[in-house]
């Protein structure tokens, strides 16, 4: 995508929140806000039991903001689809606690308070009962506009204890476009303008002046001002819970316990990292069209390091910003949060303060995944700071698989775009409508070494996240939905399955006029959702809208259409960045990409393909043509049939010459994944295969030239693709494998441009 370079806007960088230790910001703070802070030797001194019993108030502190935000919210997001999340923090702004929300929505509150305490603490001031507001994701605390926070000091004694704050995501403020996310946008000015910390409250009063004015840019002030409410409750519910919890302990031995819970989060993450084997995974995507009518791939590329007991991810060689699909650092923050949280640190508290002390982020700055101001960054959640989060999760997958005690932790790539869809128009009511569709909650989880990906279960990100209930959604806004499912084949297949994703179909429904849909997801010319150990992705997204159905006349008559064939009409394939006015006879369907596998399909038990069969969840032809199965008149495997059959795919991935393959489906050696070992030689290791013993190069070097490697096209051999990926994007696109030269069997495969070098590391 060709577009005139950015304007630089000179003083914009003093809006980069970026980390800082509590030494050099205890410098840059005004010495007129006194800080409660506690010595080291008080957070060594705490006993365990109250330590217990602190660190658990602490914790249900959080969940009860949550409850209070979602019983006063009136957003979809909030009270259907969990789209928050809280922080509450030390005197600096460490997070000593973070919700089972919308993880990276507070992956960069931290940054958000830095800058307050650096450029508030002197004037206006920080003062007892005070709240900020702010919306600007390069000073942190979100990814996007639309991701307002309000941050509340606490106060004990006169002493600045902590913070608490609270995030969602607003429906609307402002913007070319109806929320606020503009498809066109080649920079921030066409989207809803960023606010650096403002006082939203003071000394416990919200000041009219400042909420009117940043109403006054919705579409729908009134809805903002209901999730301000929410947030400005939510926060007063955590602080007067804290402030309880001082009265009972002190707020020495509170302080205390708030340190040592992210000093312990730290030692057991260092502890876990100390268990992998050093190594270097890398990991390239690529976001697809950088707004309308661009037809461009545009790359993330991520080199992961594990060093000891620290990480660093290094983004160098990401294209720089482009259109509307970037985030500032933020959003990578948050893209490499979205991934250590659950799958590295699951059963790690979510001290987030002391996780972040275990990792470095290396990127240059003015790329998609780190843009400068004034970059357009409307939808960073759902575009780059996702796909971020898809790298980091497939480089931590096989980091993991290198450690036999840590192995079942590691997981192939979850859907890997959220499919956003925002329809705008007139309710029911006669009211303006702006409403954005989460059924893609419903996203399948990526494979593991011993099990299949969890169905239709979530997303990464928001793991609390859930699809909202059909019925709230037709009460809330002007269409009917048709059905949501369970796609068949939208799963990876691999020795274990990819879960499926959802698919939904709506129509207009009680608005006298169309609506306009805004359309923005990513992998739908090549699926997001990355296998491990020669899994296959999942299937790529697919979002149609059927024009001038048979929907109408369908209902009349009793019957409910429960496919895109039974709808009539004509189909129109909605691009990744698509504006198009949905008329009263069209109807809108959505279907976001499933999870990734994990190892080599030929490699699943044959009972648990015909199961997948008969469940609705494989198709017969993937079965025979991927999993190498047949099966019979009544569904059951037919062995003798079986076995001639994948004999026939090793032969057709390598030739004839055959390997044995051992009986026991293993060699000797250090497992480095389902395939793969490591064993001396001379004064180094080698890689070799686990199922046949043949050596592939050594250990850390690039196994391109040891391996067999092939593309294909991606409509023959990834199950669930529907069209081919030149409806999307003008370069050509290919599935790559990298199959053992000895027994075939396939140990890596990814999605890719045929001009990206082959590479297995």
Request: charged letters at 20%; hydrophobic letters at 40%; proline letters at 6%.
């Amino acid at each position: 995508m060709t577009t005139p370079p950015l304007m630089p806007v000179p003083g914009s960088e003093r809006f980069n929140g970026r980390p800082l230790a509590p030494e050099e910001l205890r410098a840059r703070i005004s010495p007129s806000l006194a800080l409660h802070e506690v010595p080291a030797d008080a957070v060594a001194d705490i006993d365990p039991l109250t330590y217990e019993v602190i660190r658990h108030r602490i914790w249900s502190i959080t969940d009860e903001m949550g409850e209070t935000l979602k019983k006063m919210s009136g957003s979809p997001g909030v009270t259907e689809a969990n789209d928050f999340d809280f922080a509450i923090c030390d005197e600096f702004g460490q997070e000593v606690q973070v919700g089972l929300y919308n993880t990276g929505l507070v992956a960069s509150m931290d940054l958000a308070i830095y800058w307050i305490l650096q450029h508030r603490s002197g004037n206006p001031g920080i003062e007892p009962g005070d709240m900020f507001l702010t919306n600007d994701p390069w000073v942190g605390g979100g990814l996007h506009q639309n991701d307002t926070a309000i941050i509340a000091p606490i106060f004990v004694d006169g002493e600045l204890f902590g913070w608490t704050s609270a995030i969602c995501h607003l429906i609307d403020l402002g913007g070319a476009k109806p929320g606020s996310a503009d498809l066109t946008a080649h920079d921030v000015f066409t989207e809803a303008t960023p606010t650096p910390p403002i006082k939203l409250v003071r000394g416990g009063e919200i000041q009219a002046d400042v909420l009117d004015a940043f109403l006054r840019r919705s579409r729908m002030p009134h809805h903002v001002q209901l999730d301000l409410w929410a947030k400005i409750s939510a926060n007063q519910v955590g602080q007067r819970r804290l402030l309880a919890l001082v009265d009972r302990y002190g707020a020495n031995t509170v302080k205390a316990v708030m340190k040592r819970m992210m000093d312990d989060a730290e030692r057991r993450l260092r502890n876990r990292l100390n268990e992998i084997p050093d190594g270097t995974w890398s990991s390239v995507g690529y976001m697809e069209q950088a707004a309308v009518g661009d037809r461009g791939l545009h790359k993330i590329a991520l080199t992961l390091t594990k060093t000891g007991d620290r990480m660093t991810f290094d983004f160098t060689g990401t294209d720089p910003q482009v259109g509307m699909i970037n985030c500032p650092y933020s959003g990578m923050r948050a893209g490499v949060m979205f991934a250590l949280l659950p799958i590295l640190a699951g059963d790690i508290p979510w001290s987030v303060g002391g996780l972040m002390r275990c990792f470095d982020l290396v990127s240059d700055e003015g790329t998609i995944n780190n843009a400068s101001y004034p970059a357009a960054i409307g939808w960073a959640p759902v575009s780059s700071a996702w796909a971020t989060s898809n790298l980091v999760a497939e480089c931590m997958g096989r980091m993991l698989d290198t450690s036999g005690e840590l192995r079942p932790r590691a997981q192939a790539v979850c859907t890997g775009s959220f499919d956003i869809v925002t329809l705008a128009g007139v309710d029911q009511h006669g009211l303006p409508s702006v409403t954005i569709l989460f059924d893609a909650m419903a996203g399948g989880y990526g494979a593991q070494p011993d099990r299949d990906g969890a169905d239709t279960a979530g997303i990464l990100p928001i793991p609390m996240g859930r699809a909202p209930d059909a019925e709230m959604q037709e009460f809330l806004a002007p269409y009917l939905v048709l059905w949501r499912r369970e796609e068949i084949d939208s799963g990876g297949p691999g020795q274990f399955r990819g879960g499926l994703s959802i698919s939904a179909c709506l129509v207009p429904h009680g608005t006298p006029a169309p609506l306009g849909g805004a359309f923005s997801a990513n992998g739908k010319a090549r699926a997001e959702s990355n296998g491990l150990a020669g899994g296959l992705p999942g299937g790529p997204g697919y979002d149609v809208v059927v024009r001038d159905t048979d929907v109408a006349a369908l209902l009349q008559a009793g019957t409910i259409p429960a496919d895109l064939d039974e709808l009539g009409g004509t189909l129109d394939v909605v691009q990744n960045r698509s504006e198009l006015l949905i008329g009263l006879g069209d109807a809108v369907f959505i279907h976001p990409g499933g999870g990734g596998g994990y190892g080599d399909p030929l490699l699943r038990t044959p009972g648990l393909v015909a199961d997948d069969v008969r469940d609705g969840k494989v198709s017969a032809q993937a079965a025979h043509s991927v999993y190498g199965v047949v099966l019979d008149g009544d569904g059951e495997v037919d062995r003798s049939a079986t076995d001639k059959r994948r004999g026939e795919i090793r032969s057709e991935r390598i030739g004839d010459n055959l390997a044995e393959m051992a009986a026991d489906g293993g060699h000797t050696g250090t497992p480095l994944d389902a395939n793969l070992s490591l064993r001396p030689d001379g004064e180094g290791a080698a890689v070799t295969c686990r199922h046949c013993d043949t050596q592939l190069g050594a250990w850390g070097a690039d196994l391109t030239d040891g391996v067999v490697v092939r593309d294909e096209a991606v409509l023959d051999a990834v199950p669930g693709t529907r069209t081919d990926a030149g409806t999307y994007v003008e370069e050509d696109v290919v599935f790559r494998s990298y199959r053992c030269p000895g027994c075939a069997t396939q140990l890596r495969a990814e999605i890719v441009p045929s001009r990206e070098p082959a590479v297995m590391r």
